[in-house]
């Protein structure tokens, strides 16, 4: 099947700074990606959908000056933390979703942030 | 709004046993449904992919039909396995095109 990969796959960083997540499919064009959050023990949260040359959509309630997200190219979304902190410290996921028939969604490993 | 809900929420089987595992939705305005499996601190990996049009798909031990009028899927796994223990998703994807719903999960133990 298709690969998305993220990087980092962990990061650790001190609050107030910034972070930057990528998200890449590998070996298709994807139109629109997502971005997920999901805390320990719960399913996936759907952040914001990134469409490739336009703004994203952000769900109710998350801060889209906080959570940065572009999307540049066909191959690459990226979420930037704006200010980090503690409470931002979860998981990350992107998806990427195939931009032909039958539109199937391939998920990144996802990328455990850590604010101290 | 669509409501995904997979029952049970957990779920524990000695080895070999056949098991399924259920998912509804309340809006059956879908495109397709999708069932994914998440090990710990890990990503999703999609498993099965059922269009809105067909009834059943198959890989391997797995199995998931699709009955959309009543709004419920199942996955079915034969000859369960103690690496088949993980959290169970299944997401909706909407007519509309965008819109992504996942349920709750099952999180399986397949107990060697």
């Known amino acids: 099947g298709a690969v998305v990969s993220q990087h980092p796959s962990w990061v650790i960083c001190k609050s107030g700074t910034s972070v930057k997540i990528e998200c890449r499919s590998l070996?298709?064009?994807?139109?629109?990606m997502f971005w997920y959050r999901q805390f320990p023990k719960q399913s996936l949260m759907l952040m914001a959908t990134s469409n490739e040359g336009s703004k994203a959509t952000y769900e109710q309630g998350v801060e889209k000056d906080k959570f940065l997200i572009n999307h540049a190219s066909l191959t690459l979304s990226t979420l930037t933390v704006t200010s980090a902190h503690p409470e931002d410290s979860s998981f990350y996921i992107c998806?990427?979703?195939?931009?032909?028939?039958?539109?199937?969604?391939?998920f990144g490993p996802g990328t455990r942030l850590t604010v101290t | 709004k669509q409501e995904v809900t997979q029952i049970p929420a957990a779920l524990s089987v000695p080895e070999g046993e056949n098991l399924v595992l259920n998912c509804s939705f309340t809006?059956?305005?879908?495109?397709?449904l999708q069932w994914f499996r998440q090990d710990p601190g890990k990503g999703l990996t999609s498993l099965l992919l059922i269009q809105s049009s067909q009834r059943e798909q198959t890989s391997g031990r797995l199995n998931a039909s699709l009955d959309k009028s009543s709004g419920r899927s199942t996955l079915y796994i034969a000859a369960s396995q103690p690496g088949d223990s993980a959290t169970y998703l299944c997401a909706v994807l909407m007519n509309t095109g965008n819109q992504f719903y996942f349920g709750t999960g099952t999180s399986l133990t397949v107990i060697p």
């Open positions: 809006d059956s305005a879908i495109y397709n």
């Open positions: 070996d298709f064009q994807a139109t629109t």
């Open positions: 998806s990427a979703r195939q931009a032909v028939l039958p539109y199937e969604q391939y």
